[in-house]
């Protein structure tokens, strides 16, 4: 167990040592954290010493000169410059929270970036606007669309949050696979086997091999297979590409650049770096907020008691797992299995950084 102002402090150090600003390194540093807290283990603080290898491969610039290179009153381009997505995406999604407060919403497509850690970090920067904030981004190309054998879209997560009165905010954050590469590289760390749907080979049949992807498999879509939706989970994952890099310049399907340093991005790319998509719509262009945040209350309370089925005694809503993992979290410390502990350390040896 380690506590979350000493990774936090290490992170922050860590980019600070490969040179990143100290507002940068500050702001990378929460965003990382802000999965750990949130049970989303798969992208905190075990993607550091990724991040830190993309930056030796000269594939994310500590220093760069984010910029809107396209707007109108309410939409943007924004120009991240090859940055770490931690710091790319908050930029992008308050210009989008400001496009909202002119004129009532906000729409921000992002090219140039990197990995922006998980979508509801930058999702909820809108709650304390009284805004309904939307995320998401593509990413290295891993899944398979029904039908196919060909890795062409990555996991493509969705995040959007909505503000309510005295109920905590409705938080959805999910991967439109059935579940995300992070989570397969948790069960390889633990020597465990994959859920069946999650994978399949490089012929395309079904596996329970976590390391299915790595052999020259791919993941699965959400739904897993034609028979249980996966074909909803493929469009929903092809939107996200569309919205995230062909509205934006950034690299699409098969262009876009994997995470690990170990694989060159492809020779022959479409667009610029990886991109994301960013939502700030503000509750009282549409109705009161109030009234609006008394009304989702209602809705909250009304999902909350329904009926359990036999084995499980509450109906969760989106949001409510991470939240309580947060608090449990602050107090009682992050846990980091022996694989990342490990992973973290020497890269502090490496960069002088005490762990």
């Known amino acids: 167990m380690f506590t979350y102002q000493h990774l936090l402090s290490f992170t922050e150090n860590i980019l600070l040592a490969i040179g990143h600003s100290k507002k940068d390194a500050t702001l990378g540093a929460k965003v990382l954290l802000s999965a ?21 491969a000269k594939r994310v610039n500590a220093k760069p000169n984010i910029r809107i290179v396209h707007e109108t009153p309410s939409t943007a381009v924004v120009d991240g410059d090859g940055g770490l997505g931690l710091v790319v995406a908050p930029y992008a999604m308050k210009v989008a929270i400001e496009k909202a407060e002119k004129v009532g919403t906000g729409w921000v497509s992002v090219k140039g970036s990197n990995h922006f850690g998980i979508a509801g970090y930058h999702s909820m920067m809108a709650l304390e606007k009284d805004m309904i904030g939307i995320s998401m981004t593509n990413a290295s ?10 890795r062409l879209l990555g996991t493509n997560p969705i995040s959007v949050a909505i503000p309510a009165k005295t109920q905590p905010p409705f938080v959805a954050d999910m991967a439109t696979t059935t579940a995300a590469n992070g989570k397969l590289e948790i069960l390889q760390r633990k020597n465990l086997e994959a859920p069946l749907g999650w994978v399949q080979e490089k012929d395309g049949t079904p596996t329970t091999n976590a390391n299915g992807v790595k052999d020259g498999g791919a993941l699965l879509p959400l739904g897993g297979d034609r028979e249980h939706g996966s074909h909803k989970g493929y469009s929903l994952g092809a939107i996200v590409d569309i919205f995230s890099a062909v509205l934006s310049g950034a690299n699409y399907g098969p262009w876009v650049p994997p995470f690990v340093a170990f694989l060159s991005p492809p020779a022959d790319p479409v667009g610029e770096g990886i991109g994301h998509f960013f939502g700030a719509m503000r509750v009282d262009a549409f109705r009161p907020a109030d009234e609006f945040k008394e009304h989702m209350d209602n809705w909250i309370s009304t999902f909350r008691k329904a009926e359990t089925v036999k084995g499980q005694d509450r109906v969760l809503i989106p949001g409510d797992p991470e939240r309580e993992m947060e608090k449990e979290r602050m107090e009682s410390g992050i846990p980091l299995l022996p694989p990342v502990e490990k992973d973290l350390r020497e890269l502090g040896e490496k960069l002088g950084v005490a762990f």
């Open 36 to 56: 750990d807290l949130r049970g989303v283990d798969s992208h905190g603080v075990a993607r550091l010493s990724g991040y830190v290898r993309l930056w030796e």
């Open 141 to 150: 190309p891993l899944v398979a669309p029904t039908f196919s054998t060909t």
